[in-house]
């Protein structure tokens, strides 16, 4: 019994110092980010991808050459945007001080807003092949999630621009870069 309060633990942390952080293999998750707005509509814009490509693979896509553009910026975009989010979740983005945060996540959600503008239109204009079919109901749905995801990163473009700007609201209250 002589050992035991040598074996004792007595490190303490503050309540403050836990809120909104937690720990998996060392790397610090801010769980805050998925309740913010740009962590929302990033989440929004990895399901809405996920639907679109998997609408259209579902189907003969490969019969209207069309559709492979619209699967390449889903599928490109629908990557990307994940590896976003873990970067952005993880706070991989803290340990990289020389990346100009703001100015990237507004350049790739413009540049990402615009392909799948163009994405949409493509699909859109190439239903009408399916129109009898049984995929129709696959392009359309994908033409109309189309447009939703590319709704959602014009927000985040929106954000994005807001933050690099500086008009992003009080800095104490942003937990994320965007």
């Not at 503050?14 to 740009?38: C, E, R, V, W, Y």
């Not at 008009?167 to 965007?178: Q, R, Y």
Request: aromatic share 16%; no cysteine.
């Amino acid at each position: 019994m002589a050992d035991f309060p040598g074996k004792v633990n007595t490190e303490t942390s503050s309540p403050q110092s836990q809120a909104g952080s937690m720990h998996l293999m060392n790397a610090p998750m801010d769980l805050n980010f998925i309740k913010t707005i740009p962590g929302i509509l990033l989440l929004a814009e990895i399901v809405l991808g996920l639907l679109v490509w998997a609408l259209i693979s579902s189907a003969a896509y490969h019969l209207v050459p069309a559709y492979g553009w619209v699967m390449f910026v889903s599928v490109t975009l629908w990557i990307l945007s994940i590896v976003l989010f873990i970067i952005l979740f993880l706070n991989i983005w803290q340990k990289l001080v020389s990346v100009p945060w703001p100015l990237v996540l507004m350049v790739f959600y413009a540049v990402a807003t615009v392909l799948y503008l163009t994405a949409f239109v493509t699909n859109a204009a190439s239903v009408s092949p399916y129109k009898f079919g049984y995929h129709y109901d696959h392009m359309a749905a994908a033409a109309f999630f189309g447009i939703v995801v590319t709704l959602t990163y014009a927000a985040s473009t929106f954000f994005a621009y807001l933050d690099w700007r500086g008009d992003g609201g009080n800095a104490a209250t942003n937990t994320v870069p965007v």
